[in-house]
């Protein structure tokens, strides 16, 4: 047990809180919920500390800035029947992710402090979540990713259906049911990969490069069978540099058909329309904290699924749905809104900013501008990147915006914007920080929100004009839900809602929450590079990967000439560029 | 990085972009400290103090002062350093004139490159950087020397925000009016930012860049908008000022896609690579526009996507500078204190959108100027008909300057650049001047009601002296025999004759139209300006009770006065003893290719000429004296109504009932937009979240009870007699979990627990199996 080994570091980032869980739920006397909170609190704090220990630490751990690869790879046998592996790495793309679900887990711990009712069960199941949460980022094994996703679902539903607001049943049934199903579909799309990959082809270097055993690169390449396999990094080479996914079905490639099980099951989590109402219930149910880390956190699970799994593994799928991948996130864009500029609860109106925002998560992930003539990816690295960048950003602006939110809830109970005003002069200070945050999440510049949509607008246009057109507009929209909503709340003079007397000012617990976030927001915004620099080359590397078999998708006249070669015994001869 | 084409001992391409990043960065400092040294005490529940906020505002002054001298000593190593140009001078031999042209072909001196980049992703890049020119230069000693004397001014006026404050606007419920502490630091704050945004502006290295502190700009216009924001008028027109901005940024976003798109840079000059000048006019094309350098493959899509990235930034340009159709936020925004309309809504901020147009000149083919003139052309004179029937002396000056604006743009959609920036600065001095002296009668009379004014010269003399200074300057008074006058003088004729050359080369009746519509809005610019000043200082007092009152201000605001009179009297004129003239500084910076007359491509018959045409006698000297003759008949025709009173300004409101009613309205573009777009948006926005709850919902639920419904079928029929005879041990562990949970308080969850778990190993199991026989088989 060392800690400079990556498989017990990346381990103990995943199951600390866990563990600590566990402990809580054994050891800790039920009657001191101070004291629960306060373990949890630094339980959080280690695990936080534990994630950017990996931007400053020891030889061995330590995440190298400007590397586009998987680091820290280890696997370890688990289920070997089915050829399941405890398999981690992490990358550009996990490593700002993991980073913000610790970060905002910890400051979603600090704003759990109001809550008194089963102290315990909480802070239990909200260290199960945040196991969950790295769990997905972290796992590379398709089968450990699934049970990361499964796991984090059922604490989310606890804690929304237990700690949430009047009709919280309603809401946590709706999550579920909306997750479910698109784990579901996820599951279908998982076994119809693992059931027609092959792991030969990619020859006796790459399987050790994917950290498979030696002795077991043998028996696979000896094998008369088809070797099947979870591993993601396996399957993202075999969708690119094999046939074996191009099986028809239905007159639909295997390829096309999962993409299209996957995608779904992972626009239900960003949410996109149609697939989105769940999120407004569930959010207005939740309570702050929880609603934190949903909109931080768990959206952005969607996302990576998208720029992880979907388009690595169905690359020419990818590039055929592109259109589909963009108009959904435009729709979202324009729907949530308009949908935000109708809402008089301040809590569905920041839910909907979230389906808006979100749309440019999957429009960045989608424009796949690299076509003919020149099959140029650098816009649509830009659009991926910006989208990424999107998703860290809106991870804090939206964080920021629910808990700005709930400071207000919990003083007044209630959430109508047209019965605020005035709050500016009660409560300057956090007035301040509200604005500030808000206008994270309206894009201004010199805050983070500004510099994903912009890049994402900028390198739609290179794909589609009409959308990009669309998405500009968005613009004008966002701007007017925001200001309208900061002058019914903020400003004017008089208060028009019940519980005037509770208009305190803003406590120092709720300032170390707030206030972090806004000094966030800003530094990215005006120094993206700090996360630049860590995530672009892994994502830029996906793009051009993806973007460098363009013109193969380009050249491809007959699908049926392509079936005939998959099904042709050359599969085993086929040649696995370098990657 | 830096590509000068110059080198000295003393390199201006290392030096100037240190001195003006130092004079960029100097307000964005004094911001912060405010921003953190007075939100601490706040936090601890205390309150700045009176001495505190009067630091506060030292503290900013001193920032925007030393930037001011650092940009002095830019323009000074400018002109010692970097080689002028040959300029052409007004009155040269046409051989003489085509030898400059020849020689004007060149680009610019300009010294560009980067201070960082904030991303890079191939070939493309984004950054944090600076372009340099004489342009840039010149704005930044406008704008640090204006803002400095707002900040200076400031002072005094808004020192009642020093003390707890009682705002005389907002009466609350128990019949007296509103009280609140003072905000007098955070009024600095805002200015302090607004500085450092409206200078990143100028210094801009690229569109994006321009872009981002465009955007600051328009946030800091929108607190300072909405400075009194306990006022629903000013919290109003701050939102109102910032959504119609981001309308008019919607385009710009749109022109600079198709830029970035297409050129793969958004950089104005070269570093490294080649910017967007040097590839839209390069050297190999003697610097005409080259719309193939677009890159796509038919030369119509080039000049389509040319033309579409042209007046998509001008778009942009329309929001910022307030012009027609998107000019109606600028009069509202007079709500916020005097000194910011005098700054930001009319010296810089909205002057930025004219800026940029002189900035991206080389982008625009004659047709996108053609529609800049237009615009430029119907707002100049849309906005003049309603200064004249204003009675709030802040919203006469507001429309006097979107007015002001149009003439500035119909000058660069005619070819006249030099013509339209050269306004700009003289503008900037005149209308703040022209603002601050309203605000110091404001300040007096605590009205801006001009018909609770009259006879204020005898109270106050120096303003309405000054003022009078620049309502002078501002008609463009001079005296065309001898050339002189006062700055707006030079500037205005250079429009008028620049209006004049274009009119002369384009024969049809309609861009006639182009010069007769800023002639007829020179006539009622001097009429509307006289009026206001006739209204405000002379003839009886109408209300004696705030005559009584009024009184001269203090002596930080009426020096400021008198220093920009001097500015609004002189800086039109010539260096004594040289040709220097802010003139022959903004033709330093003349883009190359844009001087030469160029046609249209859509339009063939559609010429831009030659902006040194314009300076023929055979052109300037009827266009000088046709907009002498322009001016003093507006003066008369005011002078006969508000000081002679040959003629009753109610009996000519009577007989013009109809148009004096559209004018008094404001052409109701307020009702008009609010029925076009405000009042459909707000039921698109309830249908969209309509249809979440009424489509969408209701089908989610439908089917979550039809599953409810088998689910309860089969527990029946499976759950009983299969499941729970061999359930595996994972699924009794969640069992027991669930149940466990159960008890806290949830409804029925283990059923679904179950169901899941069983579910999807039976779905693992099954489909496992099928595989492998299939592949087996």
């Not at chain 1, 989208?387 to 700005?404: E, L, P, R, T, V």
């Not at chain 2, 890079?120 to 840039?136: N, P, V």
């Not at chain 2, 981001?246 to 198709?258: E, H, K, N, P, Y």
Request: proline content about 5%.
């Amino acid at each position: 047990m060392n800690l400079d080994s990556p498989a017990v570091y990346l381990s103990l980032l995943t199951f600390l809180p866990a563990v600590a869980a566990v402990a809580i739920a054994c050891f800790a006397p039920k009657d001191n919920a101070e004291l629960i909170k306060k373990a949890t609190l630094a339980v959080t704090v280690v695990t936080f500390v534990l994630s950017i220990g990996m931007l400053f630490g020891w030889p061995g751990i330590e995440f190298k800035a400007g590397q586009a690869e998987m680091q820290h790879l280890f696997s370890v046998d688990w289920i070997p029947t089915f050829r399941i592996d405890y398999l981690m790495g992490i990358d550009g793309i996990s490593l700002p992710l993991v980073v913000l679900t610790t970060f905002i887990t910890m400051l979603g711990m600090g704003a759990s402090w109001p809550i008194d009712k089963h102290v315990k069960a909480y802070c239990v199941l909200l260290l199960l979540l945040e196991t969950g949460m790295i769990g997905v980022f972290l796992a590379l094994d398709f089968f450990l990713f699934y049970v990361f996703w499964e796991v984090m679902l059922l604490p989310m539903y606890f804690l929304i259906g237990i700690w949430g607001g009047p009709r919280r049943e309603y809401a946590a049934i709706k999550f579920f049911l909306f997750t479910l199903f698109g784990s579901v579909l996820m599951l279908v799309a998982i076994l119809m990969l693992y059931f027609s990959s092959d792991l030969r082809p990619l020859g006796a270097d790459k399987l050790a490069e994917l950290k498979v055993p030696a002795e077991r690169i043998e028996q696979i390449l000896d094998a008369d069978t088809p070797q099947h396999t979870f591993n993601i990094l396996a399957l993202q080479q075999l969708g690119q540099s094999t046939e074996q996914f191009k099986t028809e079905l239905w007159g639909w490639t295997y390829e096309r058909w999962a993409f299209l099980l996957l995608f779904i099951g992972f626009i239900i989590k960003v949410p996109s329309v149609p697939l989105h109402t769940w999120l407004p219930d569930a959010h207005v149910e939740a309570p702050t904290p929880i609603s934190m880390i949903l909109a931080g956190v768990l959206l952005k699970m969607g996302g990576y699924g998208i720029i992880r799994i979907c388009y690595p593994i169905c690359p020419e799928a990818g590039y055929d749905l592109a259109w589909l991948v963009c108009s959904l996130g435009v729709v979202s864009m324009v729907y949530g809104a308009f949908a935000a500029l109708a809402q008089n609860d301040f809590k569905r109106l920041v839910a909907y900013s979230s389906v808006s925002h979100m749309g440019y998560v999957v429009l960045g992930l989608g424009v796949w501008s690299a076509m003919s003539p020149t099959y140029n990816a650098d816009y649509w690295k830009m659009g991926m990147n910006g989208a990424m960048f999107q998703m860290i950003a809106h991870g804090i602006s939206s964080a920021g915006m629910f808990f700005m939110v709930g400071v207000l809830y919990e003083r007044v109970h209630h959430r109508q914007i047209d019965q605020f005003g005035g709050i500016f002069a009660r409560m300057p200070v956090y007035s301040g920080l509200a604005v500030g945050i808000f206008f994270a999440g309206l894009g201004l510049p010199g805050l983070c929100g500004f510099i994903g949509e912009f890049f994402v607008v900028l390198s739609t246009w290179k794909y589609c004009i009409p959308l990009a057109v669309v998405a500009a507009a968005v613009v004008i929209l966002t701007a007017a839900y925001i200001l309208w909503t900061l002058q019914r709340v903020y400003l004017g003079t008089t208060y028009l809602g019940p519980h005037e007397e509770a208009l305190t000012p803003i406590t120092p617990r709720e300032m170390w929450i707030a206030a972090p976030l806004l000094a966030l927001a800003i530094l990215f915004g005006v120094y993206p590079r700090a996360i630049l620099d860590y995530m672009e080359p892994s994502v830029s590397l996906t793009a051009d990967r993806l973007a460098s078999k363009t013109s193969d998708f380009d050249g491809e006249q007959q699908p049926e000439a392509k079936v005939a070669q998959a099904l042709s015994p050359q599969v085993e001869t086929t040649d696995i560029p370098k990657l | 990085m830096q590509s000068a084409r110059h080198s000295t001992p003393m390199n201006p391409a290392t030096t100037l972009p240190t001195i003006l990043a130092i004079a960029w960065l100097l307000p964005l400092a004094a911001f912060a400290l405010v921003w953190v040294g007075y939100s601490l005490p706040q936090m601890a529940g205390g309150r700045a103090s009176y001495g505190a906020q009067r630091t506060a505002g030292w503290l900013a002054t001193g920032a925007i002062g030393t930037s001011c001298v650092l940009a002095i000593v830019a323009l000074i190593i400018w002109l010692t350093q970097t080689a002028p140009h040959e300029v052409a001078t007004v009155h040269e031999t046409a051989a003489a004139h085509q030898a400059a042209s020849e020689h004007m072909a060149s680009p610019p001196t300009s010294y560009s490159g980067i201070y960082y980049t904030l991303a890079q992703f191939g070939k493309l890049r984004i950054s944090i950087g600076y372009y340099i020119d004489a342009l840039t230069i010149a704005m930044f000693a406008l704008v640090t020397l204006i803002s400095t004397c707002v900040h200076i001014y400031s002072m005094g006026y808004m020192h009642e925000e020093l003390e707890d404050m009682v705002d005389r606007e907002i009466a609350t419920p128990d019949g007296n009016y509103y009280h609140r502490p003072g905000r007098y630091h955070r009024f600095y704050q805002y200015l302090s930012l607004f500085s450092f945004s409206m200078l990143g502006l100028l210094l801009a290295g690229n569109l994006a860049m321009v872009f981002m502190f465009w955007e600051l700009v328009g946030i800091c216009s929108y607190f300072l908008i909405g400075f009194y924001f306990e006022r629903p008028s000013a919290s109003y027109a701050a939102n109102k000022a910032f959504i119609v901005n981001r309308v008019g940024d919607f385009g710009m976003l749109i022109g600079l896609m198709a830029l970035w798109s297409c050129l793969g840079t958004l950089d104005f000059g070269d570093s490294n690579t080649p910017g967007m000048f040097s590839q839209l006019r390069s050297e190999a094309h003697q610097y005409e526009l080259d719309a193939a350098a677009m890159g796509s493959e038919s030369a119509d899509t080039n000049y389509l996507l040319l033309f579409v990235a042209g007046v998509g930034l001008f778009c942009g340009c329309v929001g910022k500078s307030a012009q027609f159709p998107l000019h109606t936020w600028l009069p509202d925004a007079m709500e916020g204190p005097t000194p910011v309309s005098a700054l930001v809504h009319s010296a810089t901020m909205v002057a930025a959108g004219v800026y940029l147009v002189g900035r991206c000149y080389p982008i625009f083919v004659p047709e996108a100027l053609l529609v800049i003139a237009i615009v430029g052309a119907i707002t100049l004179t849309l906005a003049a008909t309603i200064a004249i029937t204003a009675y709030d002396i802040k919203r006469v000056l507001a429309y006097s300057t979107i007015s002001q604006l149009g003439y500035m743009m119909l000058a660069l959609g005619l070819g006249g650049w030099a013509a339209g920036l050269f306004h700009l600065i003289t503008h900037a001095f005149f209308k703040s001047l022209l603002f601050l002296c309203s605000g110091s009668v404001i300040h007096a009379v605590h009205t801006n009601d001009m018909r609770q004014m009259g006879g204020l010269r005898h109270k106050m003399p120096w303003t309405a002296y000054t003022m009078l200074i620049g309502c002078l300057a501002i008609i463009g008074a001079g005296i065309p025999a001898l050339g002189i006058g006062l700055s707006g003088y030079f500037s205005k004729d250079a429009i008028i004759e620049q209006a004049w050359s274009f009119a002369r080369v384009n024969e049809s009746s309609g861009y006639q139209l182009l010069m007769w519509l800023p002639l007829g809005g020179a006539f009622i610019t001097a009429c509307y300006m006289f009026r206001l000043w006739f209204m405000t200082f002379t003839g009886m007092p109408a209300n004696t009770e705030r005559y009584d009152h009024a009184h001269e201000s203090p002596r930080s605001m009426v020096g400021v006065l008198v220093l920009l009179a001097v500015f609004a009297v002189g800086v039109g004129w010539h260096v004594p003893g040289s040709k220097l003239s802010v003139t022959s500084l903004l033709e330093r910076a003349r883009p190359a290719g844009t001087l030469e007359t160029t046609t249209g491509t859509w339009l063939p018959n559609l010429t831009v000429p030659d902006e040194h045409l314009s300076h023929e006698p055979q052109i300037a000297i009827p266009a000088g004296w046709s907009a002498f003759a322009m001016a003093m008949g507006g003066l008369l025709l005011a002078a006969i109504i508000y000081v002679w009173r040959w003629l009753r300004a109610e009996e000519i409101q009577q007989s013009f009932s109809p148009i004096h009613r559209l004018f008094v309205n404001a052409w109701w573009f307020d009702q008009l937009y609010d029925w076009m777009f405000v009042r459909p948006a707000l039921w698109k926005s309830k249908f969209f979240a309509g249809i979440d709850r009424y489509v969408i919902d209701p089908f989610v639920n439908l089917l979550a009870r039809g599953t409810a419904f088998l689910a309860r079928a089969l527990d029946l029929v499976v759950d009983r007699k299969a499941v729970d005879g061999s359930i595996n041990g994972l699924a009794r562990l969640t069992w027991d979990f669930g149940n466990s949970l159960h008890r806290l308080q949830t409804g029925n969850l283990r059923q679904y627990v179950v169901f899941i778990v069983v579910g999807l190993l039976g779905l693992f199991a099954a489909v496992s199996l099928c595989w492998k026989y299939a592949l087996a088989g």
